[in-house]
C-alpha cells in the first residue's frame, strides 16, 4: 500500500498557504541543533543547502564535483518560466499550471504542478536579488519568450547561458554560508549508500574520490538533489558524470521509485556523428522560438541531399515541408518535445532526414535573420550559434542547423510525498532526482523552475515539519547501522576490483545504452520491450563476471567509478523496461507504438493507468512490487491533447 500522499485538503489555490501554516514549526533557537545533509549542488541541492543554513540549520553537502559551480544545472540553455504576464498576453498562475498538466499528459499531481506554479513568481525576484543577468527590454523591464507547450511568453532567460547564470546565484548564496560555518562543503565525495537507523535516514556512506577513503556522515535527515538517470541510455545531453546511484542506493534501502520509464527525449540535438561519441550536445528549445523546422517534401530530394549533390538553401520554399506548421498550426514549432520528437523521427522514418546519416531535420533561421537581421538574431542566440558552428563546422547563419531528438531529461525518479519526503522518513529528494511535477513529459525551462522552487521555497518549510518531530539530540555515526551500511559499500566495492575479467565498464554501458535506446527509447512495443528485458539480465550477468577495473580503491580510481555507476543503471534499466512494458498505454514521453491515435499520436488510456507507479524494491533479482498512486483530476478536464 501506497503511503499518504499528504496533499492538503482544501481549494487548489489555498492548499500550499494552508499547509505551510499547518505545518510543525521548529524555533529559532532550536534550528541550531539539527544537522541536514544534502547530496548534490545543483540549482536544487545548493539551493537548499543555502536556504537550510541560512534558517540555522548545521548543513553538510556533498557533490563529487570540485566545485558546485560544475553541477549540471549548469548546462541548461534556453530559460526559466515564471506566471509573471510582464507581456500581458493571458498569462496567469493558473494557465502555467494548466499548460504543465496537460504538456505532462495529465500524469501529475494537480497539487504539486499548482504550488510549482505558484512559487514560480518568487523564483525571478529572487535570482534578481541575487544579481542573475536576465535579459532585459529596451526599457529595463526583464524580457520573455515563448518554450513548447504554451500559447504565451513566460520563459526568463540569460542569453543561452540560463543555468550557468541562476548555478552561480545559488552557488554565490551556498558560498556565504560557506563562509558562514553554517555548510560544511565536501568536494570530490560521491554517495555509495544511504544509512537507516530504526526506519529513519540517518546518514550517509561516501567516498572521496581523490584518495578512495570512505567515509560514513550522520544528521537528523538527509535531501538528496543529484539530478535524473538519463545517462542510462549512455547517449544523452547529460553530463557524463551524472547518475543514478545515490537515488538507487535509497531506492533498494525502501525509497519507492516512481514512473521510471517517463523519459524526455529532446527534439533539438545535434545529431550522433559516430561510434566514438561519448555524450550529446543540446541545442536549447529556445531556437525553435525563431528557427523553423522542416525536411524535404520527397524521398528523392532527401536522398540528393544527403549524397552532397544539393544544398538546403538551394531547395525551393513549394519543396519544403514544414511539418510542425502544418500539422499543428495553433502551436506550430512550439508544440512540446514529445510531440516535436515523434514527429522528427516519423519524418527521417519515411526516408526524408537530412544529413549523411538520414537522421536528421532542419532547423532553419534565413526567415528572421532576414526580418531582423544577423546581429539581432546573435545578441538573442550568438553563443548557441557558436556551440554549434564548433561542434559542426556548419555556420548557421548561412544554412540550416541539422538536429535530431535525443535522450535529455527523466519524469520519473524517487516517489515523494507533498512535503518531497521519500517513502523513508527523513530522506527528502528534490529537483530531477523525484517524480513529482512533471508528468509524462516536461514542458521547456520547467526543470530550472522546479530545482529552484524545490530548494528555495518548498524544502526549507517542509523538512522543519519532520525535525520538529524528531529530538534534538546530537547524531553521530557510533550506531551499529553506520559500520553495517560501510561493511557493505566496502564489500561492493572489493567485488566490483575482484573480477577481473575482460571488458570495461564503458563497454557494458554502451551495450546497455543501445539496447535502451533501441527498445525502450522514442518508441516502445511489448516485444521489444519483453526483449530488452532478456538482454539487459544477460548483460548483468555478464558484467558480474567479465568485467575488468584495474587499480585499487585506496586511490583515484576512475575506472571504479563509472563500475559502480553502471551496476547500478543496468538494475534501472531492467526496471524502466518493466515500467514501460506494465504501461499500456501512450502518454507524452512514453510511447508505446500499440496504443496510438489513427493519426500517430499518443494515446492515452485514462480509466486503466491514470495513476503514478510506484515500485517497491523486494530484493535482488526478485521482481519489484507495484504501488499505484491514483491521480485526481478536480481542476482540469482530462482530454485527448491537442495542439493543432
Not at 553521530?476 to 553495517?484: G, I, L, Q, R
Amino acid at each position: 500500500m501506497l503511503p499518504d500522499s499528504k496533499i492538503p485538503e482544501g481549494p487548489l489555490a489555498e492548499k500550499w498557504e494552508k499547509h505551510k501554516f499547518n505545518v510543525k514549526l521548529v524555533n529559532p533557537a532550536n534550528k541550531r541543533k539539527y544537522d541536514v545533509i544534502v547530496v548534490g549542488t545543483g540549482l536544487a541541492g545548493g539551493a537548499a543547502a543555502a536556504s537550510l543554513a541560512e534558517l540555522g540549520y548545521n548543513v553538510k553537502c556533498f557533490t563529487y564535483h570540485d566545485s558546485p559551480r560544475r553541477a549540471h544545472s549548469i548546462a541548461a540553455q534556453g530559460g526559466i518560466n515564471a506566471a509573471k504576464n510582464y507581456q500581458n498576453d493571458g498569462d496567469s498562475i493558473f494557465r502555467l499550471f494548466y499548460d504543465t498538466v496537460k504538456g505532462g499528459d495529465y500524469r501529475a499531481r494537480e497539487a504539486n504542478v499548482y504550488r510549482l506554479a505558484q512559487v514560480s513568481v518568487n523564483i525571478i525576484d529572487q535570482c534578481v536579488a541575487q544579481g542573475v543577468p536576465f535579459a532585459r527590454e529596451y526599457g529595463g523591464l526583464l524580457a520573455n519568450r515563448s518554450f513548447g507547450g504554451a500559447q504565451v511568453s513566460r520563459t526568463f532567460y540569460a542569453r543561452g547561458q540560463t543555468g550557468q547564470q541562476l548555478l552561480l546565484g545559488a552557488y554565490s548564496a551556498l558560498s556565504r554560508q560557506v563562509a558562514y560555518g553554517k555548510v560544511k562543503l565536501y568536494t570530490r565525495t560521491e554517495l555509495l549508500d544511504v544509512v537507516i537507523v530504526d526506519g529513519h535516514a540517518r546518514g550517509i556512506v561516501t567516498r572521496n574520490l581523490i584518495t578512495g577513503e570512505i567515509q560514513t556522515h550522520a544528521a537528523h535527515a538527509v535531501v538528496l538533489a543529484t539530478g535524473g538517470y538519463g545517462n542510462v541510455f549512455y547517449l544523452s545531453t547529460n553530463a557524463k558524470y551524472s547518475n543514478a546511484t545515490a537515488a538507487w542506493r535509497a531506492h533498494k534501502k525502501g525509497a519507492y521509485f516512481a514512473n521510471p520509464c517517463f523519459t524526455q527525449i529532446h527534439p533539438t540535438c545535434i545529431p550522433v556523428s559516430g561510434d566514438y561519441q561519448s555524450k550529446l550536445t543540446l541545442m536549447s528549445e529556445s531556437l525553435r522560438n525563431d528557427g523553423r523546422v522542416w525536411v524535404p517534401k520527397t524521398v528523392e530530394m532527401a536522398e540528393r541531399v544527403r549524397k552532397g549533390e544539393i544544398k538546403p538553401q538551394d531547395i525551393a520554399e513549394d519543396d519544403r515541408d514544414y511539418f510542425l506548421e502544418r500539422k499543428y498550426p495553433a502551436f506550430g514549432n512550439l508544440v512540446p518535445r514529445d510531440v516535436a520528437s515523434r514527429n522528427a523521427k516519423m519524418m527521417c522514418d519515411e526516408g526524408r532526414g537530412v544529413g549523411s546519416s538520414g537522421l536528421a531535420v532542419y532547423l532553419d533561421f534565413a526567415d528572421i535573420i532576414k526580418r531582423t537581421g544577423a546581429e539581432a538574431v546573435s545578441q538573442k542566440y550568438g553563443n548557441l550559434f557558436a556551440m554549434y558552428e564548433k561542434i559542426t563546422d556548419e555556420d548557421p547563419y548561412k544554412m540550416p542547423m541539422r538536429i535530431y531528438p535525443a535522450v535529455h531529461y527523466t519524469m520519473g525518479g524517487l516517489w515523494v510525498d507533498y512535503n518531497l519526503q521519500t517513502t523513508i522518513p527523513g530522506l527528502y529528494a528534490t529537483g530531477e532526482c523525484n517524480f513529482s511535477d512533471h508528468g509524462a513529459n516536461r514542458l521547456g525551462a520547467s526543470a530550472l523552475m522546479q530545482g529552484l522552487a524545490d530548494g528555495y521555497f518548498v524544502i526549507p518549510y517542509t523538512i522543519g515539519d519532520y525535525l520538529a518531530q524528531t529530538p534534538p539530540k546530537p547524531v553521530d555515526t557510533s550506531h551499529p547501522a553506520f559500520a553495517e551500511a560501510e561493511g557493505q559499500v566496502r564489500q561492493r566495492i572489493k567485488q566490483l576490483l575482484s573480477i577481473n575479467g575482460t571488458r570495461t565498464p564503458d563497454d557494458f554501458h554502451k551495450a546497455l545504452g543501445h539496447l535502451m535506446w533501441e527498445y525502450c527509447g522514442m518508441a516502445r512495443n511489448a516485444e521489444g520491450l519483453r526483449f530488452a528485458k532478456e538482454a539487459i539480465a544477460q548483460l548483468r550477468k555478464e558484467f558480474w563476471s567479465d568485467l575488468r577495473v584495474v587499480g585499487v580503491g585506496e586511490e583515484l580510481n576512475q575506472t571504479l567509478e563509472k563500475a559502480g555507476r553502471v551496476a547500478d543503471f543496468l538494475e534501472l534499466g531492467e526496471l524502466m523496461v518493466d515500467d514501460a512494458l506494465n504501461r499500456n498505454e501512450s502518454c507524452g514521453g512514453h510511447f508505446r507504438e500499440e496504443y496510438a491515435t489513427e493519426e500517430g499520436e499518443a494515446k492515452r488510456d485514462d480509466e486503466n493507468f491514470a495513476y503514478v507507479a510506484a515500485w517497491e524494491y523486494r530484493g535482488d533479482n526478485v521482481p519489484e512490487t507495484l504501488h499505484k498512486e491514483h491521480l485526481e483530476f478536480e481542476n482540469v478536464k482530462l482530454t485527448q491533447r491537442s495542439y493543432k
